[in-house]
């Protein structure tokens, strides 16, 4: 089945370490997007992709970076983590067309110490 | 930009009775509005949607209303059962950013045996 993976899956990291997490998808979906997953604050949108060449911002960038390697591939960098990243990641999918479901990787648990 | 208000953000009922968590949005140009559905340790994935021409959406024991008016919208779910259990977001986006969604904080719904 076409379907939205991430890896890793769970990561521990230090104070001031540059971590990536990577998305991959078998979908054939144009448009890729980075959540982070905080208790009680819902999905808050980091970055997203409409294709290749296209890289926007979300609600809350700041200390990320994201980067489209091609279609099926869209990786999240913290590029000096800090302990407040500690967050559950998930990536999606969705065609093209605008108003469409999105698909959601399993999710990559990060713990910053 | 767009504002999603969701509530209750945790809900208790017992086997059979019926749920309803509640949504509003604050952007009027807002014309697709989907719930996800998040079971324990699970990606978020799509149970319902409704677009804004029209105003009630059933699918079995879920349904969602939309008042444009009023800007809110509603997930209902009847007949609840153990394995309905789990968060329930919302979320709204518009043509102009398509794909692009603001989710509400999520509501831990609790079914009780």
Not at chain 1, 9 to 30: A, P, V
Request: aromatic share 10%.
């Amino acid at each position: 089945d076409a379907d939205v993976t991430q890896t890793p899956r769970n990561r521990i990291t230090k104070t001031g370490k540059r971590i990536m997490l990577e998305c991959s998808q078998t979908k054939g979906h144009d448009r890729m997007y980075w959540y982070r997953q905080d208790p009680g604050l819902g999905l808050r949108l980091i970055y997203y992709s409409f294709d290749v060449k296209d890289i926007n911002k979300g609600e809350i960038s700041d200390g990320y970076s994201v980067s489209r390697q091609a279609q099926a591939k869209f990786s999240l960098s913290l590029e000096s983590a800090i302990p407040n990243q500690t967050a559950l990641y998930f990536c999606a999918t969705s065609e093209t067309g605008g108003l469409d479901e999105q698909f959601f990787g399993p999710g990559t648990r990060l713990t910053v110490l | 930009g767009e504002n999603v208000e969701q509530h209750p953000s945790t809900l208790s009922v017992q086997e059979g009775d019926s749920a309803v968590i509640k949504c509003t949005y604050s952007d009027s140009a807002s014309n697709y509005f989907p719930w996800y559905k998040q079971e324990l340790g699970k990606r978020p994935q799509l149970i319902i949607d409704i677009r804004s021409n029209v105003g009630e959406k059933k699918d079995q024991r879920i349904a969602v209303t939309l008042n444009k008016t009023a800007k809110h919208f509603s997930l209902h779910i009847t007949e609840t059962q153990p394995e309905d259990s789990a968060v329930y977001f919302c979320a709204a986006s518009k043509n102009t950013n398509a794909g692009k969604s603001t989710f509400g904080d999520g509501t831990t719904l609790t079914v009780k045996p």
